[in-house]
C-alpha cells in the first residue's frame, strides 16, 4: 500500500541519487523533491515541509555533514536520515553530532527502511507533542550544577545528568554552560557551537521561546544545549540579567534546564543558584574541597536555602577516598545526598566528547547517574534483593 509519507531526497553523487530513488520507490514513500546538497536542501526543506528528509552521504562527507547541520539549524522540524555505504562508527558518529536523527548503511532492505523512518518519525511525534506544551503550562525545574572548588566534576555531572534525565523520562531538557571564560560542556557533548550564549545577548530584550530554540544547538540525545562562548572576551558582554532572562524563559519552555557553572562566583551564577528549584552542592573527598564545602554551605544558610532545595553530592573523581562518608557528614554538619563513584570511563568519554551514559551505559558512573536522573523524576524504584542491592553501592 503507498504510504502518505512526504520525503526530501537530498544528495548529490548520482549513483546515490539513484539508490535513495530505487530504495524509496520500494518503500513506496513519495518524493515530493530531490535536490543537491547545501542551501539548496534547506531552502526545499522550507518549501516542502517534508516528514522526513533523506541525505545520502558518500565519501567525501564534509558537504553532506554540513548540509545536515544547516538542516538541524535551519530547519530543525524535519528529522533528517543518513543512508550512506560507509558503515565505519566514526562516521556515523559525525553524522549523529550533526544532528541526523538515524544512519543506516546500504545496502537496507525497503522493510528495515520503512521500520527505521517510523520509529523516528514516532520520536519525533513525542518530542514535538511536549515541545507544544503551552509555554504557560507548568514550569519545568532548574537544576543548578555548583561547586565551592574547581575541578570537582560539575560539568561532567551536568552533561550527564542532562542526558541521563532525557533518556530516563522522554521529556525535554536544557543543558546551559555559565562558564563563559572556560565552558566544556559543548566538549563534552561534541556539539559544535555554532551559537552560544555571547550571540543572545544582543537578542535578550525580545527572547521568547521560539528565539530560543534558534539559538540552541540539538544533542544527539535530544539534550538541548546552550554552550559557553568559544573565546572568553566574548563572555564579558554577558550580565547577570542576561543570564536571569534566559533561565526565565528556558524554565517556562523545557522540563528540566540543567545549568553547569564555574569555579567563581558571579551575578550570573547567583541567579542560577536563586532560580534553581535544585542546587546540586558537588564536592570531592578531600580536605581543601571539604573546607570550601564547609563556607559555602554556610552561606547558603545565610541565604535560607532549605535542605530540599540544596542537596550535598560527594564526587570521586580520583581513585584515593581520602575521607569516608560519615566524616564528611559529621565535618560539614550536613547530609550527604548523592555519592558519584570514580571510574576510569569518565576520561574515555570525556575524550570521544560523549557523555558516559552513552558511551559507556553500564559502566558504574553512567549507571549512578542514570538513577539520580530517576530520583529526581521521581521513577526510581529501589532495586530489590542481595546482588541487586551490591550492585547499587557507590
Ligand atoms: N566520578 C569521576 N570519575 C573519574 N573522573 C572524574 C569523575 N568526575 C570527574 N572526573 C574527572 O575530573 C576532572 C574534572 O571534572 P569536571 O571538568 O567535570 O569538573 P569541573 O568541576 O567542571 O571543573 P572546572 O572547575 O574546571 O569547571 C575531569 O578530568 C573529569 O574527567
Ligand atoms: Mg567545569
Not at 297 to 314: A, D, F, N, T
Amino acid at each position: 500500500m503507498a504510504s502518505s509519507l512526504r520525503v526530501l531526497l537530498v544528495a548529490e553523487h548520482p549513483e546515490s541519487t539513484s539508490y535513495l530513488r530505487r530504495l524509496l520507490k520500494s518503500a513506496q514513500y513519495g518524493v515530493v523533491a530531490e535536490v543537491g546538497m547545501g542551501a539548496e536542501a534547506v531552502v526545499a526543506a522550507r518549501e516542502h515541509r517534508p516528514d522526513v528528509i533523506i541525505v545520502g552521504l558518500e565519501e567525501p562527507t564534509a558537504r553532506g555533514l554540513r548540509t545536515i547541520e544547516s538542516l538541524k539549524l535551519a530547519a530543525a522540524e524535519y528529522p533528517v536520515i543518513a543512508v550512506s555505504s560507509l558503515g565505519d562508527r566514526e562516521a556515523l558518529r559525525r553524522t549523529m553530532v550533526a544532528g541526523a536523527r538515524d544512519y543506516l548503511v546500504r545496502p537496507i532492505s525497503a522493510d528495515d527502511f520503512r521500520q527505521a523512518v517510523t520509529n523516528v518519525l514516532e520520536t519525533e511525534r513525542r518530542r514535538s507533542s511536549a515541545e507544544e506544551r503551552t509555554v504557560t503550562g507548568n514550569p519545568g525545574e532548574i537544576i543548578t550544577v555548583f561547586g565551592a572548588k574547581g575541578g570537582v566534576g560539575r560539568s561532567t555531572l551536568a552533561a550527564n545528568l542532562a542526558t541521563a534525565l532525557a533518556q530516563e523520562t522522554h521529556q525535554r531538557v536544557v543543558l546551559i554552560d555559565l562558564d563563559t571564560s572556560l565552558g566544556d560542556v559543548a566538549l563534552l557533548m561534541s556539539v559544535a557551537p555554532e551559537r552560544t550564549m555571547a550571540d543572545l545577548v544582543p537578542h535578550i530584550d525580545r527572547l521568547d521561546s521560539d528565539l530560543l530554540r534558534d539559538f540552541l544547538t540539538v544533542h544527539e540525545s535530544g539534550v538541548r544545549v546552550l554552550p559557553a562562548p568559544m573565546r572568553p572576551e566574548e563572555g564579558e558582554a554577558i550580565e547577570g540579567a542576561h543570564i536571569a532572562k534566559v533561565l526565565d524563559v528556558m524554565v517556562k519552555t523545557y522540563d528540566y534546564v540543567v545549568v553547569d557553572t564555574p569555579r567563581t562566583f558571579s551575578e550570573g551564577v547567583l541567579s542560577a543558584l536563586d532560580q534553581a528549584h535544585l542546587v546540586l552542592l558537588v564536592a570531592s573527598p578531600d580536605i581543601a574541597c571539604l573546607k570550601s564545602t564547609k563556607l559555602c554551605l554556610g552561606m547558603m544558610r545565610l541565604w535560607h536555602y532549605s535542605q530540599e532545595k540544596l542537596k550535598l553530592v560527594i564526587n570521586y573523581p580520583s581513585n584515593s577516598r581520602e575521607v569516608g562518608g560519615q566524616e564528611i557528614e559529621e565535618a560539614l554538619d550536613y547530609p550527604i545526598f548523592w555519592k558519584v563513584p570514580y571510574s576510569s570511563a569518565v576520561a574515555a568519554a570525556a575524550r570521544r566528547g560523549r557523555p558516559v551514559v552513552l558511551n559507556a551505559p553500564g559502566n558504574s558512573y553512567a549507571r549512578n547517574v542514570a538513577r539520580l536522573a530517576k530520583v529526581m523524576a521521581g521513577t526510581y524504584r529501589p532495586a530489590r534483593g542481595l546482588f541487586a542491592r551490591l550492585l547499587e553501592r557507590v
